[in-house]
């Protein structure tokens, strides 16, 4: 009850949405308002802005879901996604007792996969492997790749031999790059 919600943050919301594209196929349109405005200066703007708000919605731009159809082309002919590697079940949360501590560990992988690899999909400015290590030690995705391993055998029963980060830029031409973790 005392969760402190997050700031809504338009690179945030564009990755949300572009997931929820790309993994499931669809926008949840109980989530989103796509906005008939090119910006917030008018009053008619602002006042359909507070409205969406204050229903909970996150504003996309008309352009953003232009680009995430693009993004969605793209990735689509990648083969790590032709072969099925985004296949399985989106956003299921993970939860197992630490057998020491007892405390809860808790991993939430974008896609578990069916098979014994797991692959999360990020959307980038910069999908070269420089820009995506830089990423993985800003944002610790060693720490969320190895807990979701963790996860798979704590709760399935299934062990992960290999995890990678697909990352897709945000603009023209819509760059994929994977790259797998190495197993330390």
């Known amino acids: 009850p005392d969760r402190i919600e997050s700031q809504s943050n338009a690179a945030f919301d564009f990755g949300r949405a572009a997931h929820s594209v790309i993994l499931e196929g669809r926008l949840p349109r109980r989530e989103y308002a796509v906005s008939p405005y090119a910006d917030f200066r008018t009053k008619a703007a602002q006042e359909w802005k507070a409205k969406a708000e204050r229903l909970g919605l996150t504003i996309l731009k008309a352009d953003d879901l232009h680009t995430i159809a693009a993004m969605y082309q793209q990735i689509a002919r990648h083969p790590i996604v032709e072969a099925g590697g985004l296949d399985g079940e989106v956003e299921v949360s993970l939860i197992w007792p630490d057998p020491v501590t007892g405390y809860f560990y808790k991993a939430r992988p974008d896609v578990l996969p069916m098979g014994d690899m797991i692959i999360n999909y990020k959307t980038t400015s910069d999908a070269s492997l420089r820009a995506v290590a830089q990423s993985v030690i800003k944002y610790r995705y060693d720490i969320s790749e190895a807990l979701a391993a963790m996860g798979m055998a704590a709760t399935l029963k299934r062990q992960v031999t290999n995890v990678a980060l697909l990352s897709q830029?945000?603009?023209?031409?819509?760059?994929?790059?994977?790259?797998?973790?190495?197993?330390?």
């Open 169 to 184: 830029e945000k603009s023209p031409p819509y760059v994929v790059s994977c790259f797998e973790f190495a197993d330390q």
